[in-house]
């Protein structure tokens, strides 16, 4: 393996004179006649070199395409040799999209270490429970050594405190050797405000396009095919570089762009050079509430080709159907009819009116296949926004057979079920929201948003202050509480669900042709047929009776039940809230 040095460059169309800084010496950089923008040096670095730039005198700043950033945001860019790792995942393929169970977790929680090689030993856990992919919250570099990482600002560098370049090749690397494929979340529809230098180079943010963190990208107006190549490449590096299996786009939805060809499209079409080049699937998701079809609908039906997409309205239906809450979105959703619609095709919301949003919403998704959806009972968003980062059992009126019914409605529908990291056991541990800024101002500024985020807040109570180091720790998984009750118990409760799904066909994803649900409002009960298997759900705190259209009674083909019940001739009496799958013969 031999070492290869690489001479720097940058674009900077708007600089009068471009230096850069290595080895302790600064040098002016030359314009490149055949890329437009571009410098280049003078002098190949080999791996390991620490360097920035100055840009008309002023600087020295990081690299925009930074490969790593040892001193975080807003030190000086090392150079990275990506030829030097020694992967072993040559054979690997990853397992079919239809059969996924997606894993989402953000790495300095997920394992007492907090980086990406303390993460190995708990992959095996993962692979017995039935997990096929795992989603790694942003793994890029970040502010501080803490935070969810949506505030990234270093694109190109996997954050330091992770363990950089080589731990994330070595979790992947180890991922791949254990049969499971890994999808990393990127943002781009912004940067973070502490250590974005972009704008000192160019023109990568535009007003013409505002989102709900400032200036939107510049995709359409003048040098955004530069800008546009920064984030496709960004992409394809994971793929490339790192191994990545495919990619969650977050946000999407606040993402403009006015181009003939939309940037989702081009990144699709980019991606797919790559598969080909390669021999090898990857997969792009895309976070959005738009409740738009056009993110999914392929590129030559006039979409932007991405595989699958967040379904939050599955997860706003089941999760109100317990809880009940109107506050915020919430107040939408919480009739059971609004989650048979979830499950017979993915939006409940397409084109009706949102009293939250005051207008109409959505789009019909009718005709899309169920693969490209994805159905989560929780997630780092829907926990982590509630100001004490609670998850769905937490909430005072949810126990642990509400989130056992949850999960089975989950992970026996016809979408890509998403697991969030500790969920399975029913984790004692909140998922909070935590930074860590070195600039007081900025950490102030945030901790004081935070408190007035929830003020008057149902969700609220005291809200922990994002910037202490204990909201972050009191975040840390505990995996030591899987081998306690209640939480083994419902570990063993997801192991049965997944195997199920795995191993029964008429629970694959996208298999939803001979689906049928029906939802009493008044009994609140919910019945689903899925070719010769039937669920059967009581939400009610009460008894309740679900007639089964069968000729017989179904005692002897139970495959999983949840609380009490009894048969009396072909109906399900339940006592209190339950859930039975059984066979019809």
Request: hydrophobic share 35%; glycine share 10%; charged share 20%.
């Amino acid at each position: 393996m031999t070492s290869t040095k690489q001479v720097p460059e940058v674009w900077a169309p708007l600089a009068k004179q471009i230096e850069l800084l290595a080895n302790e010496k600064r040098e002016p950089m030359t314009r490149v006649p055949e890329r437009e923008g571009w410098w280049r040096g003078g002098i190949p670095l080999p791996e390991g070199v620490r360097y920035a730039f100055f840009i008309d005198g002023e600087g020295p700043f990081p690299d925009p395409r930074s490969p790593s950033q040892p001193e975080g945001v807003h030190g000086h860019s090392c150079t990275v040799d990506h030829g030097q790792f020694d992967w072993t995942d040559a054979a690997w393929t990853p397992p079919e999209w239809s059969r996924a169970v997606i894993y989402e977790l953000h790495l300095g929680t997920f394992s007492p270490a907090g980086t990406f090689t303390g993460a190995i030993p708990y992959l095996e856990a993962l692979v017995q429970l039935g997990i096929t992919h795992l989603e790694l919250m942003p793994v890029c570099e970040f502010p501080g050594d803490r935070g969810w990482g949506y505030d990234g600002t270093s694109l190109y560098a996997p954050h330091h405190a992770y363990g950089g370049v080589a731990g994330l090749k070595a979790l992947i690397n180890q991922c791949h050797s254990l049969g499971l494929a890994v999808l990393i979340d990127v943002v781009y529809n912004h940067l973070g405000p502490d250590g974005n230098y972009l704008p000192k180079f160019g023109p990568y943010f535009s007003n013409s396009h505002m989102t709900p963190w400032g200036e939107g990208p510049n995709l359409d107006g003048e040098h955004s095919p530069e800008v546009r190549r920064f984030f496709i490449e960004n992409a394809l590096m994971w793929l490339r570089d790192y191994h990545a299996d495919g990619l969650r786009l977050d946000a999407i939805d606040k993402i403009a762009d006015d181009s003939p060809k939309h940037f989702l499209a081009e990144l699709k079409e980019s991606v797919g050079q790559l598969e080909i080049a390669t021999g090898k699937r990857r997969v792009l998701i895309a976070e959005s509430a738009s409740n738009d079809p056009i993110y999914v609908i392929p590129i030559h039906r006039g979409g932007y080709g991405m595989d699958a997409q967040w379904n939050d309205d599955f997860h706003h239906a089941l999760r109100t159907a317990f809880t009940h809450e109107t506050e915020n979105y919430y107040m939408d959703y919480g009739r059971l009819e609004d989650l048979a619609k979830a499950f017979r095709q993915g939006f409940v919301y397409d084109g009706g009116y949102s009293k939250f949003r005051r207008k109409n919403h959505g789009t019909s998704p009718i005709g899309l296949p169920a693969t490209t959806f994805l159905a989560y009972l929780q997630t780092h968003d829907q926990v982590g926004n509630r100001a004490q980062g609670d998850r769905f059992h937490h909430h005072h009126e949810v126990s642990l057979i509400h989130q056992q019914i949850g999960a089975a409605l989950v992970l026996l529908s016809p979408y890509i079920p998403m697991i969030f990291m500790g969920e399975e056991w029913a984790a004692s541990t909140p998922f909070l929201y935590f930074t860590n800024h070195h600039d007081e101002t900025l950490g102030k500024t945030v901790s004081e948003g935070r408190r007035r985020e929830f003020g008057g807040s149902q969700w609220a109570g005291e809200v922990p202050d994002p910037q202490d180091r204990q909201t972050f720790e009191r975040t840390k998984l505990k995996w030591e509480e899987r081998n306690e009750s209640p939480h083994r118990e419902m570990l063993d409760w997801y192991r049965t669900l997944l195997q199920l799904r795995r191993t029964i066909s008429d629970f694959h994803a996208g298999n939803s042709s001979t689906m049928e649900v029906v939802a009493d409002e008044h009994k609140r009960w919910l019945r689903i047929r899925r070719g010769r298997h039937w669920i059967a759900a009581s939400l009610a705190a009460v008894g309740s009776t679900v007639e089964i259209p069968l000729a017989s009674p179904p005692a002897e083909s139970m495959l999983l039940c949840a609380g009490d019940h009894f048969i009396k001739s072909t109906s399900l009496c339940f006592d209190g809230p339950g859930l039975v799958l059984f066979r019809s013969s």
